[in-house]
């Protein structure tokens, strides 16, 4: 089909060319016929013609003669043929005359649904009911005298109460030629119901025929409402109302009321006869009605009901098909410039059937409602052609009958180039639906995107460009387009959503890894330039627009991130680098998961509060962990209080990521060593490392005999001693001993207004036998800064007790003395030194209370007479030994006590000598081989044999028993393994020696044991079986 040439010159070449060109691969639509055959229907019409035919579901009536019509009803599919006997003239009982002439039938009217019931109507004004389980017909008298033009079956009562089965025809509008409706139901071949409904006026002296009369639903209004259609020549008149039938017509008024109030169309009145068979056809499944008039066609939406009138609503403007002009040919193969007119109408999904005298003609229901196709129908092969018929309900079968042929129709091809002629009337949500294959879908789309391009609507247009994909519209013609109209965010609107399309579609997968990484690079230039553009403009006015440019950036990226390689992706950081879009490189970089590029970025900048933000908020990675360790010098010499917050949160705060407890501390030392330097801020790095450092270094107590049996079981380590930090990481504790040496440094660096370094010694004796802590690390650190109380904490830590002592005496710290003395691990010899001289430097004193304090707290190294000797001889403080008392009576009980005990032992152990002269001063005296009174030897005689296999006991290695048996060593151990095998090693394996194997515990066991072993004995046990005899 030829397109319309379009006025303007268009952007788009390759789209009108692709639009113009024909399709390929099939044919066009084209019209085709297909003959019924029936012998029987041949034989029917041998010798007569059909005058008139009804069809609905897969049944046919048709009716021969003109003068003396023959009714037949025909099952196609089943080839059988059935007349219909109509009453004769002369049995119709109480005529008061007699008709002039046989039934001639005119018209037949099938029900739409089943094609059960039958109405038949004749010229001379008798009609007729036939049931399709019946031969004969019946006269339907109340309708005698009446023109039957046509008739209704209702939806309502197809559906409805009063609903049409086997046996009812239901409710059934009749209209007649004189303008009258009835209401007609006919059950049991009987007028059940017969009402008039309405009488329409006639338009003029010799023209008041109904020519076709429609009820269906309406398109929308009121539950249960009613839409009567009613064509009369040229006019066409609608209502609504319901429930029923009966109420519709009701509620109309009368027919002078219709005609006055109720007019929906006119058209223009020609001199040519009206179709024949439907003229009023509805389209329910489109909500389209298409009425066929004597001059035109006029199809219009399906009316809409109002409760507030009883006029039908037609929303939309009706469309005016002109009946095609078909010339007359001649005899001679010419044409006169006459022209025919159709006599009947059959609308399909998308055309309009005419029935001609020699042809058929299918007309576009689309603007400009061209002719598609034809077919001629010469009468030497298809007879006189009569009409075409078409179910009401139902118009997807076309049947086409002559005088003597009855045919389907058929349309092939039909909706191949729908949609260019929809695409023409821009109705491209239709033409979507309809176009057969992907291109030309393709096709639809780019030229609906040409027209919102028209229309300036840039970024639906670039939406729909991408869509339709360069197959359809050229990549170029549309970024040349866009440009031209400096639409760069349509463009970039276009290539993204080209690259969606690229990637969402299948049957494009194997040209995406080419296309992609190109337009990927493309929009990310596009986005540069209009980022910088939005940035060097008012910020105020351009925030929400660059924040918005951002996140579609980065939709982007997310998208393509499987699809392109690492290369498009650093060439992508440059160009935002280039433009100056540093922040666009950190979003980039943080939706790409890569962290390191956005850290560098933000340092770089000298956004290093940022960066440590970001890296707080990551997920904990070794990546992550990798980032912190390598730019925390920066970080904490910048930022040192809010670095150790973050390095010390082990639950992250909301919004945060993993927290940073899985970062290494022993990584971080190079960063904390910054804290030793002089300069700005050093406080505060020095605060914020100690903090640190004593958090995952430092346990309250713990000690290290502990602490070592954790490193060697990790599974311990929450009930060991060990920081949380450390057990958290893990690992050698050595290891840490750099970060504990650190803390040294940095504890003895601290302020002390008072001098009594009472932090510092505080820390080293409460850390000092940690595994990590290194002593002479703190000795050197404390000697070099002249720290003489952790000195001496330092040297109890080395043993050097002596020494710590000493300088605790000399700083005159009693406590400090006693708590060396303590902790000393030499001999007792060792610690008795260590507490004399603390005896001897309190005593200087002459504190007899200080001196009991001290005796008590010697757990005993000290005695009383120590204390006593230690008190000078010319004390001034008057010290008697009565002060003593206590201490001195304890002592002596003690003494005391200790002697006793002593005497026990010398009495047990004389006892236990005489037992033993006993036991080994005389020989056997029963005569055995055991000598000793008490059984203590055994002797064996030269000719001795084993017990078990009967050979010399010298032989080999042998043990012998006090029960006087002997056995081999080997003979025991076979024997002891085979009695364990038979108890299925539910014991453990004893000591051969423990016992004799003959007379001992296995005699015993073996008396629980079974007399024959039936895992070996098997045949054993069926001789002794006890058979019945």
């Given at each position: 089909?030829?397109?319309?040439?379009?006025?303007?010159?268009s952007?788009?070449?390759?789209?009108?060319?692709?639009l113009?060109?024909?399709?390929?691969?099939?044919?066009?639509?084209?019209?085709?016929?297909?003959?019924?055959r029936s012998?029987s229907?041949?034989?029917?019409?041998?010798?007569?013609?059909?005058?008139?035919?009804?069809?609905a579901?897969?049944?046919?009536?048709?009716?021969?003669?003109?003068h003396?019509?023959?009714?037949?009803?025909?099952?196609p599919?089943?080839?059988q043929?059935?007349?219909?006997?109509?009453p004769?003239?002369?049995?119709?009982?109480?005529?008061?005359?007699a008709?002039?002439?046989?039934?001639?039938?005119?018209?037949?009217?099938?029900?739409?649904?089943?094609a059960?019931h039958?109405?038949i109507?004749?010229?001379?004004?008798?009609n007729y009911?036939?049931?399709?389980d019946?031969s004969?017909?019946?006269?339907?008298?109340?309708?005698?005298?009446?023109?039957?033009?046509?008739?209704?079956?209702?939806e309502?009562s197809?559906?409805?109460?009063?609903?049409?089965?086997q046996?009812?025809?239901g409710d059934?509008?009749?209209?007649t030629?004189?303008?009258?409706?009835?209401?007609?139901k006919?059950?049991?071949?009987?007028?059940?119901?017969f009402?008039?409904?309405?009488?329409?006026?006639?338009?003029?002296?010799?023209q008041?025929?109904?020519?076709?009369?429609r009820?269906?639903?309406?398109?929308?209004?009121?539950?249960?409402?009613?839409?009567?259609?009613?064509q009369?020549?040229?006019l066409?008149?609608?209502?609504?109302?319901?429930?029923?039938?009966e109420?519709?017509?009701?509620?109309?008024?009368?027919?002078?009321?219709?005609?006055?109030?109720?007019?929906?169309?006119?058209?223009?009145?020609?001199?040519r006869?009206?179709?024949?068979g439907?003229?009023?056809?509805?389209?329910?499944?489109?909500?389209?009605?298409i009425?066929a008039?004597?001059?035109a066609?006029?199809e219009?939406?399906?009316?809409?009901?109002?409760?507030?009138?009883?006029?039908?609503i037609?929303e939309?403007?009706?469309?005016i098909?002109?009946?095609?002009?078909?010339p007359?040919?001649?005899?001679h193969?010419t044409?006169t410039?006459?022209s025919?007119?159709p006599?009947?109408?059959?609308?399909?999904k998308?055309?309009?059937?005419?029935?001609?005298?020699?042809?058929?003609?299918?007309?576009?229901?689309i603007?400009?409602?061209?002719v598609v196709c034809?077919?001629n129908?010469?009468s030497?092969q298809?007879g006189n052609?009569?009409?075409?018929?078409v179910?009401?309900?139902?118009?997807?079968?076309?049947?086409?009958?002559?005088d003597r042929?009855?045919?389907?129709?058929?349309?092939?091809?039909?909706q191949?180039?729908?949609?260019?002629?929809?695409?023409?009337?821009?109705?491209?949500?239709?033409?979507?639906?309809?176009?057969?294959?992907?291109?030309?879908?393709?096709?639809v789309i780019?030229?609906?995107?040409?027209?919102?391009?028209?229309k300036?609507?840039?970024?639906?247009?670039?939406?729909?460009f991408?869509t339709?994909?360069?197959?359809?519209?050229s990549?170029e013609?549309?970024?040349l387009?866009?440009?031209?109209k400096?639409?760069h965010?349509?463009l970039?609107?276009?290539v993204?959503?080209?690259?969606?399309?690229?990637?969402?579609?299948?049957?494009?997968a194997h040209k995406?890894?080419?296309?992609?990484?190109?337009?990927?690079?493309?929009?990310?230039?596009i986005?540069?330039?209009?980022?910088s553009?939005?940035f060097?403009?008012?910020p105020?006015?351009?925030k929400d627009q660059?924040?918005?440019?951002?996140r579609?950036?980065?939709d982007?990226?997310?998208?393509?991130q499987?699809?392109?390689?690492p290369?498009?992706?650093q060439?992508?950081?440059?160009?935002?680098?280039?433009?100056?879009?540093y922040?666009?490189?950190v979003?980039v970089a943080?939706?790409?998961?890569?962290?390191?590029?956005?850290?560098e970025?933000?340092?770089?900048?000298?956004?290093?509060?940022?960066?440590?933000?970001?890296?707080y908020?990551?997920?904990?990675?070794?990546?992550?962990?990798?980032?912190?360790?390598?730019?925390?010098?920066?970080?904490?010499?910048?930022?040192?209080?809010?670095?150790?917050?973050?390095v010390?949160?082990?639950?992250?705060?909301?919004?945060?990521?993993?927290?940073?407890?899985?970062v290494d501390?022993?990584?971080?030392?190079?960063?904390?060593?910054?804290?030793l330097l002089?300069?700005?801020?050093?406080?505060?790095?020095q605060?914020?490392?100690?903090?640190?450092l004593?958090?995952?270094?430092?346990?309250?107590?713990?000690?290290?005999k502990?602490?070592?049996r954790?490193a060697q079981?990790?599974?311990?380590?929450?009930?060991?001693?060990l920081?949380?930090?450390?057990?958290?990481?893990?690992g050698?504790s050595?290891?840490w001993?750099?970060?504990?040496?650190?803390?040294?440094?940095?504890?003895?660096?601290?302020?002390d207004p008072?001098?009594?370094e009472?932090e510092?010694?505080?820390y080293i004796?409460?850390?000092?036998?940690?595994p990590?802590?290194?002593?002479?690390?703190?000795?050197?650190?404390?000697?070099?800064m002249?720290?003489?109380?952790?000195?001496t904490?330092a040297y109890?830590l080395?043993?050097q007790y002596?020494l710590?002592?000493?300088?605790a005496?000399?700083?005159?710290?009693l406590?400090?003395?006693i708590?060396?003395a303590k902790?000393?691990?030499?001999?007792?010899?060792g610690?008795r030194k260590?507490?004399?001289?603390?005896?001897?430097?309190?005593?200087k004193?002459?504190?007899m209370?200080?001196?009991?304090?001290l005796?008590?707290?010697?757990?005993g190294?000290?005695?009383?007479?120590?204390v006593l000797?230690?008190?000078?001889?010319?004390?001034?403080?008057?010290?008697?030994l009565?002060?003593?008392?206590t201490?001195?009576?304890?002592?002596?009980d003690?003494?005391?006590?200790?002697?006793?005990m002593?005497?026990?032992?010398?009495?047990?152990?004389?006892?236990?000598?005489?037992a033993?002269?006993?036991?080994?001063?005389s020989g056997?005296?029963?005569?055995?081989?055991?000598e000793?009174?008490?059984g203590r030897?055994?002797?064996?005689?030269q000719?001795q044999?084993?017990?078990l296999?009967?050979q010399?006991?010298?032989?080999r290695p042998?043990?012998?028993?006090?029960?006087?048996?002997?056995?081999?060593?080997d003979?025991?151990?076979?024997?002891?393994?085979?009695?364990a095998?038979?108890?299925?090693?539910?014991?453990?394996?004893k000591?051969?020696a423990?016992?004799?194997?003959?007379?001992?515990?296995n005699?015993?066991?073996?008396?629980f044991m079974?007399f024959?072993d039936?895992n070996?004995?098997?045949?054993?046990?069926?001789?002794w079986?006890?058979?019945?005899?």
């Amino acid at each position: 089909m030829e397109m319309r040439e379009r006025d303007e010159s268009s952007l788009f070449p390759s789209l009108e060319a692709a639009l113009s060109r024909e399709c390929t691969g099939h044919g066009g639509p084209a019209l085709s016929v297909k003959l019924l055959r029936s012998d029987s229907l041949l034989q029917t019409t041998a010798s007569t013609t059909i005058v008139t035919a009804a069809v609905a579901n897969r049944c046919v009536y048709y009716a021969t003669g003109t003068h003396r019509s023959s009714v037949y009803r025909w099952y196609p599919d089943d080839n059988q043929v059935e007349q219909i006997q109509l009453p004769q003239p002369s049995a119709m009982a109480g005529q008061r005359s007699a008709p002039s002439s046989f039934a001639n039938v005119c018209a037949m009217f099938l029900d739409p649904v089943s094609a059960f019931h039958c109405i038949i109507a004749t010229a001379n004004n008798y009609n007729y009911y036939v049931s399709f389980d019946s031969s004969s017909a019946v006269e339907l008298v109340r309708l005698r005298g009446h023109q039957i033009e046509c008739v209704e079956w209702p939806e309502g009562s197809i559906t409805g109460e009063g609903a049409l089965t086997q046996t009812s025809t239901g409710d059934v509008v009749v209209g007649t030629r004189a303008g009258v409706f009835f209401l007609l139901k006919v059950a049991h071949g009987r007028e059940v119901t017969f009402k008039q409904l309405m009488e329409l006026p006639t338009w003029s002296s010799n023209q008041s025929a109904i020519t076709a009369v429609r009820i269906c639903r309406p398109r929308s209004g009121p539950p249960q409402s009613l839409c009567c259609l009613i064509q009369q020549a040229h006019l066409l008149y609608g209502f609504t109302g319901g429930p029923n039938v009966e109420h519709l017509f009701a509620m109309a008024g009368s027919g002078s009321v219709v005609k006055r109030d109720h007019l929906l169309f006119e058209t223009p009145r020609v001199a040519r006869p009206a179709l024949e068979g439907l003229t009023l056809h509805i389209r329910s499944t489109e909500d389209r009605v298409i009425w066929a008039s004597p001059s035109a066609m006029v199809e219009f939406d399906l009316p809409a009901a109002s409760p507030q009138s009883r006029h039908p609503i037609v929303e939309a403007k009706p469309s005016i098909i002109p009946y095609p002009t078909i010339p007359t040919p001649t005899e001679h193969g010419t044409t006169t410039s006459s022209s025919q007119h159709p006599r009947a109408c059959a609308p399909t999904k998308y055309h309009i059937v005419l029935l001609y005298s020699s042809r058929i003609v299918a007309v576009s229901r689309i603007a400009p409602f061209d002719v598609v196709c034809s077919l001629n129908l010469p009468s030497a092969q298809y007879g006189n052609v009569r009409s075409l018929l078409v179910q009401p309900h139902n118009s997807t079968e076309i049947t086409l009958y002559s005088d003597r042929r009855v045919y389907e129709l058929h349309f092939n091809n039909e909706q191949d180039q729908v949609w260019r002629q929809l695409v023409s009337q821009k109705r491209f949500t239709e033409a979507l639906k309809v176009a057969p294959n992907p291109l030309d879908k393709s096709l639809v789309i780019g030229a609906e995107a040409e027209a919102l391009f028209q229309k300036a609507d840039y970024p639906t247009a670039a939406d729909k460009f991408a869509t339709a994909g360069t197959s359809a519209v050229s990549f170029e013609e549309v970024c040349l387009a866009f440009i031209s109209k400096g639409q760069h965010r349509a463009l970039l609107s276009y290539v993204t959503s080209l690259i969606r399309w690229l990637l969402s579609s299948g049957r494009r997968a194997h040209k995406s890894g080419i296309q992609v990484p190109v337009l990927f690079l493309w929009a990310g230039q596009i986005y540069s330039l209009l980022l910088s553009k939005a940035f060097a403009e008012d910020p105020r006015d351009n925030k929400d627009q660059a924040a918005l440019l951002q996140r579609e950036l980065i939709d982007l990226v997310r998208l393509c991130q499987p699809h392109v390689d690492p290369s498009c992706i650093q060439a992508l950081y440059k160009l935002l680098e280039s433009n100056g879009l540093y922040d666009s490189t950190v979003l980039v970089a943080e939706c790409l998961g890569d962290m390191r590029k956005a850290v560098e970025t933000m340092v770089s900048r000298g956004q290093t509060e940022r960066a440590l933000e970001q890296l707080y908020r990551y997920d904990a990675t070794k990546e992550r962990d990798d980032l912190i360790c390598e730019f925390a010098p920066v970080l904490f010499r910048l930022h040192p209080r809010q670095f150790v917050e973050y390095v010390m949160t082990t639950v992250p705060s909301s919004g945060g990521g993993g927290g940073w407890q899985t970062v290494d501390p022993r990584r971080l030392l190079p960063a904390f060593r910054v804290a030793l330097l002089p300069g700005g801020n050093s406080e505060d790095r020095q605060a914020s490392a100690t903090e640190y450092l004593t958090y995952c270094c430092c346990s309250p107590g713990g000690n290290r005999k502990e602490a070592g049996r954790v490193a060697q079981e990790p599974s311990r380590r929450e009930r060991s001693g060990l920081p949380h930090i450390m057990q958290l990481v893990g690992g050698d504790s050595s290891s840490w001993t750099g970060l504990m040496n650190l803390l040294t440094q940095l504890k003895a660096m601290a302020p002390d207004p008072t001098g009594e370094e009472q932090e510092l010694c505080r820390y080293i004796r409460t850390q000092g036998e940690m595994p990590h802590f290194d002593v002479t690390f703190a000795l050197r650190t404390c000697y070099t800064m002249g720290k003489t109380r952790a000195l001496t904490v330092a040297y109890g830590l080395v043993g050097q007790y002596k020494l710590a002592v000493d300088v605790a005496l000399d700083h005159d710290d009693l406590d400090l003395a006693i708590h060396d003395a303590k902790r000393c691990r030499s001999s007792k010899s060792g610690k008795r030194k260590l507490w004399l001289s603390i005896l001897s430097y309190e005593a200087k004193k002459s504190d007899m209370d200080c001196l009991l304090k001290l005796y008590r707290e010697s757990d005993g190294v000290l005695t009383i007479a120590d204390v006593l000797n230690s008190i000078p001889v010319n004390s001034a403080n008057g010290a008697t030994l009565g002060m003593f008392r206590t201490e001195i009576e304890k002592s002596l009980d003690q003494y005391e006590t200790e002697i006793h005990m002593l005497n026990m032992d010398l009495e047990q152990h004389k006892k236990t000598m005489d037992a033993v002269e006993r036991d080994f001063g005389s020989g056997p005296s029963d005569g055995s081989n055991v000598e000793g009174g008490l059984g203590r030897c055994v002797i064996l005689s030269q000719m001795q044999r084993c017990d078990l296999c009967r050979q010399i006991i010298y032989s080999r290695p042998f043990y012998a028993f006090l029960c006087g048996h002997a056995m081999h060593k080997d003979c025991l151990k076979e024997a002891m393994s085979v009695m364990a095998a038979s108890k299925d090693g539910s014991e453990a394996a004893k000591d051969p020696a423990a016992d004799c194997f003959i007379c001992g515990h296995n005699l015993t066991d073996s008396l629980f044991m079974p007399f024959i072993d039936p895992n070996y004995d098997r045949n054993e046990i069926r001789d002794w079986e006890v058979t019945a005899g």
